[in-house]
Antibody, heavy 118, light 107 residues
């Protein structure tokens, strides 16, 4: 059974960097695309980007310049860094597995709420 | 970016009803259109991928149709657990984009 689990600080100060890690169990990270999606409170889903096991990435243009993703195949983890955060970045952040060739996300983490506030 | 517009934004229905949610894309996504269900406080769950393929384990009362720019998610014989928010998503191009969501409420 594939499981994903997000971890990281729940509170980040404005202008600082939001850092989250997703740990994958039940599957090797060395396949599929590994995605981040966020959802502001009471709002819809926003795709942030994805990373492949070899480090290849695709990011949303709306966040480009602030977002970087990385992968650690030895730990079966991938990570998200979002710099210069503002209150608009307050959201539940989900990690997910995107299936190659189809593009849907078939496994998701439970999500973690990150609040940007001083 | 490809914009996805769902209609309606909200919908009231009763157990046993048949409902349809539409998703229109701003340009063709061929068959790369996926549907998700999200319960409050939970992660989204894929129901349909490739416009019409039912995800393993999803009840057959869910079905998807369409291609190009116009797509429909149909739920037959609504069950109590189907009252949730539904999102379409295109995986034709980067960036992936989602519709704004359709909230299905119990009448």
């Amino acid at each position: 059974q594939v499981q994903l689990q997000e971890s990281g600080p729940a509170l980040v100060k404005p202008s600082e960097t939001l850092s989250l890690t997703c740990t994958v169990s039940g599957d090797s990270i060395s396949t599929y695309y590994w995605s981040w999606v966020r959802q502001p409170p009471g709002k819809g889903l926003e795709w942030i980007g994805y990373i492949y096991y070899n480090g290849g990435t695709n990011y949303s243009p709306s966040l480009k310049g602030r977002v970087t993703m990385s992968v650690d195949t030895s730990r079966n983890q991938f990570s998200l860094n979002l710099t210069a955060v503002t209150a608009a970045d307050t959201a539940v952040y989900f990690c997910a597995r995107e299936r190659r060739g189809r593009g849907d996300c078939d496994y998701w983490g439970q999500g973690t709420l990150v609040t940007v506030s001083s | 970016d490809i914009q996805l517009t769902q209609s309606p934004s909200s919908l009231s229905a009763s157990v046993g009803d048949r409902v349809a949610i539409t998703c229109r894309a701003s340009q063709s996504v061929t068959k790369y259109l996926n549907w998700y269900q999200q319960q409050p406080g939970r992660a989204p769950k894929v129901l349909i991928y490739g416009a019409s393929t039912l995800q393993s384990g999803v009840p057959s009362r869910f079905s998807g149709s369409g291609s190009g720019t116009d797509f429909t998610l149909t739920i037959s014989n609504l069950q109590p657990e189907d009252f949730a928010t539904y999102y379409c998503q295109q995986s034709y191009s980067i960036p992936r984009t989602f519709g704004q969501g359709t909230r299905l409420e119990m009448k």
